[in-house]
Each structure stands twice: as structure tokens, then as C-alpha cells.
């Protein structure tokens, strides 16, 4: 293992830390640029708490709302917009994965003169990395995307059809606001879709990293049993804190960097989906659940002794001497079940998706990332045709 690790987020992780949310942004700034989603924070009540914490503070408060749940470039361009006119000097994101990847960018467009579509892989030969941003403040109201404390953003251009990624160090939040009971009027069916994707963030690494990682496959394992046990409380019972903490938690855990560190992993996965809810406008999580599995089927005869033994780990599946594959695939069976069992799709068809434009996929996918074969990264590495063939065995 060769690696170098830095998370410098701050996180202040409770019940009931929302009433803290002033006395953390102040520390950053005094012109907050408040950024929500759709409406549910506002009709939940979150919102106007936020704005009293803000206030007492001696934060002034600019909104920017309306952030779509694959959100898209135009949307960053506003709220760009907004916080350079309003002359904000900090970045609050208050809302899901969508609202926190958005104000993200938004914080290092403000200081961008150009296209701030330039930051995102999409083809082009030079791909402007952000060096500089507004200080941002993460306050997560689902349990999914981790993207309270990591420095990626995820956004769409509308445009293009062409959903793609950034990484950048100045993009790190400054202070991670974590309190579950903001997760408490999450419905089932999101509940379910932010354990999946909590999920996949640690199997893209425990399957498509580099051998000799054993601590690090013990942290996913780990990850994954605990998104189980209490994810499936949580979708039965969205009222219970509990359950909503440890989802929250491992939330936080899957995508900070820490499971992942050094095992320089791929995420083929991911990058499939991202296609498919940048043409279908679907649920990041619910995508997921049905690519993830099909995925699987196909790697496990690359490595059929790593997926033999999430089988064992994870489900209990006795080995099989011989016959690694079939261990491997009964674990890929109980998998599915499980996300079957707290309300998650497991084909296309349940996602509206058909064999139309499967080729198209796979080339979209393939246009954002590939190594220098043409291929898309992850073990084993996937060509047009895999990445068909896989999505084909989900239809």
C-alpha cells in the first residue's frame, strides 16, 4: 500500500446539533449563502430553525433554493450568482447528497471567472481543478451520498446529458453538520436508496481496489453489516432515532476516505449510473440497487475468491471448496434480497428503462472515464460491450 490520507472537515455529529449550526458558521463567515433543495426542509421546519441559529449568530442569511435531486450545472450557475451579488462569504448546504455537491461547486464558482462546467471530466483536454473556495458548512438531511465530509461533487449539465464528477481539496467543507433527527421525515423509499448507495460507496472499493488491503476490507464489511441491521430498522420505522443515527454515521464513514484509503480503487458502478440518471433523471440510490448486483454477477468470475468471501462475511454462506463462483453468486442472491426486502428495484424495467439505448450507455460512460485502452476502470476493466452486456442482464 502506498498512500497519503488528510480529511481537515470538522465534524460535530448529534441529536439535536442543528441549534449549533450559528455558532459553527460564524467562525467562517458573516453572509451566509443558505442553499436548500426542493421544499421538504422548509415545510419540516428545519429551515427556519437554521435561519434562527444563523441569526442569532450574527449570520445574515442569502436563500438559494430549488436544487434538483441530480443537480444540474445551471443551478450552480445561479447560486454562483446569487452569493457574488450578495457578496456572501460562506457556503451552507442544508438539504441531501444534491444540495452538497451543488453548494460545493457554487463555492469555487464564486471565485471563477470562466464556465464553471470547465471543473467537471466530460471529454475535454484540460479540465480546470479548482485551487480556491467559500468557506462551505455541510448539514446533511438524508443518509446517503457522505458528501458532508469529502471533497467530490456530482453534477449534471442538462444540456449535454452528461452527468460527471469533481475532486478537489478546496472543495473539503470546513464543518460537517451532522444531526440525524433531520433524517427522521426521510420516506421509506429514499430511506432505502441512501442505504444502497451508503453501500455500494464501500463495495466500489472493496471489490475494485488493490489486493492486500485486509484492514480496509474489514472497514467495509463493517459499513455494510451496519447499513444493513439499522437500514432496515429505519425504512420500517423512520421515527426511530436510533437506527437513523447508525445509518447516519455510516453514512459519514463510507465516502470520508477512510475505508478506501489505499486500496486506489475504481468505481465502475457509479459511473454506469451516473449515465443512466443523467438521461432519466432517476434516483441515484434506486440506480444503484439494480446496476450494483448485475455488476457484480460480472466481476465475480474475474475474482471469484473476493466475492466468495463478502458471501461469507457478510452472509454467512459457507465456503465451497472448488467452487468459489457459486459461493460468490449466492452472495450476490442474498444481496439482492436484502435490497428487494426494504422496498429498493432491482431491474431497469422498474426504473422506466428499456433496451433502447443500451449502446448508448456504455458509450456515455465510457466518453467520461476510461484508461488508455478505452476501457472503463474497476477489476476487471470493462468495454463497450461489457458495459452493454451488463446492463442488458439487468433489463
Not at 20 to 27: C, D, H, P, Q, T
Not at 91 to 102: E, P
Not at 211 to 223: I, K
Request: charge should be negative.
Amino acid at each position: 500500500m502506498k498512500f497519503e490520507f488528510q480529511n481537515p472537515t470538522r465534524l460535530v455529529f448529534a441529536a439535536g446539533a442543528l441549534s449549533r449550526l450559528g455558532e459553527v458558521a460564524s467562525a467562517h463567515g458573516k453572509r451566509a449563502l443558505l442553499v436548500t433543495g426542493g421544499g421538504s426542509v422548509k415545510r419540516s421546519g428545519v429551515f427556519d430553525r437554521a435561519v434562527s441559529s444563523l441569526k442569532l449568530a450574527g449570520v445574515s442569511v442569502v436563500e438559494c433554493s430549488g436544487i434538483e435531486p441530480n443537480p444540474r450545472i445551471s443551478s450552480v450557475i445561479r447560486g454562483a450568482g446569487i452569493a457574488r451579488s450578495e457578496k456572501c462569504d460562506v457556503v451552507i448546504a442544508l438539504g441531501g447528497g444534491s444540495t452538497m455537491d451543488a453548494s460545493k461547486v457554487i463555492a469555487a464558482a464564486v471565485l471563477y471567472e470562466g464556465d464553471p462546467w470547465d471543473m467537471f471530466l466530460h471529454g475535454q483536454e484540460n479540465v480546470h481543478v479548482p485551487a480556491s473556495a467559500l468557506p462551505v458548512i455541510t448539514v446533511p438531511t438524508l443518509a446517503a451520498t457522505g458528501s458532508e465530509m469529502n471533497c467530490g461533487a456530482v453534477i449534471s449539465n442538462e444540456d449535454s446529458k452528461v452527468k460527471s464528477f469533481i475532486k478537489a481539496d478546496c472543495l473539503y467543507p470546513r464543518v460537517a453538520l451532522v444531526d440525524p433527527e433531520l433524517t427522521l421525515t426521510v420516506p421509506a423509499d429514499h430511506t432505502a436508496y441512501g442505504v444502497c448507495d451508503i453501500i455500494t460507496h464501500v463495495t466500489e472499493g472493496y471489490f475494485n481496489g488493490v489486493e492486500g488491503t485486509p484492514l480496509q476490507d474489514r472497514f467495509a464489511e463493517g459499513v455494510i453489516l451496519t447499513a444493513m441491521e439499522w437500514g432496515k430498522k429505519a425504512v420500517a420505522d423512520g421515527s426511530d432515532i436510533e437506527a437513523r443515527a447508525q445509518v447516519q454515521w455510516a453514512s459519514v464513514v463510507a465516502l470520508n476516505g477512510w475505508v478506501q484509503i489505499g486500496t486506489d480503487a475504481a468505481y465502475p458502478v457509479h459511473m454506469i449510473e451516473h449515465t443512466l440518471s443523467a438521461l432519466h433523471d432517476i434516483a441515484h440510490g434506486a440506480g444503484l440497487a439494480v446496476v450494483n448486483p448485475a455488476w457484480m454477477r460480472f466481476a465475480a468470475k474475474a475474482r471469484p475468491a473476493r466475492f466468495a468471501q463478502f458471501a461469507q462475511r457478510i452472509f454467512g454462506v459457507p465456503a465451497r471448496p472448488g467452487d468459489e463462483l457459486g459461493c460468490a453468486i449466492e452472495g450476490i442472491e442474498r444481496f439482492e434480497a436484502f435490497l428487494a426486502s426494504i422496498g429498493c428495484p432491482l431491474r431497469l424495467s422498474q426504473l422506466g428503462i428499456d433496451a433502447a439505448l443500451l449502446q448508448q450507455y456504455a458509450e456515455d460512460t465510457l466518453h467520461i472515464v476510461h484508461d488508455d485502452q478505452g476501457r472503463l476502470p474497476g477489476c476487471p476493466p470493462m468495454g463497450e460491450s461489457d458495459i452493454v452486456d451488463v446492463l442488458r442482464s439487468a433489463l
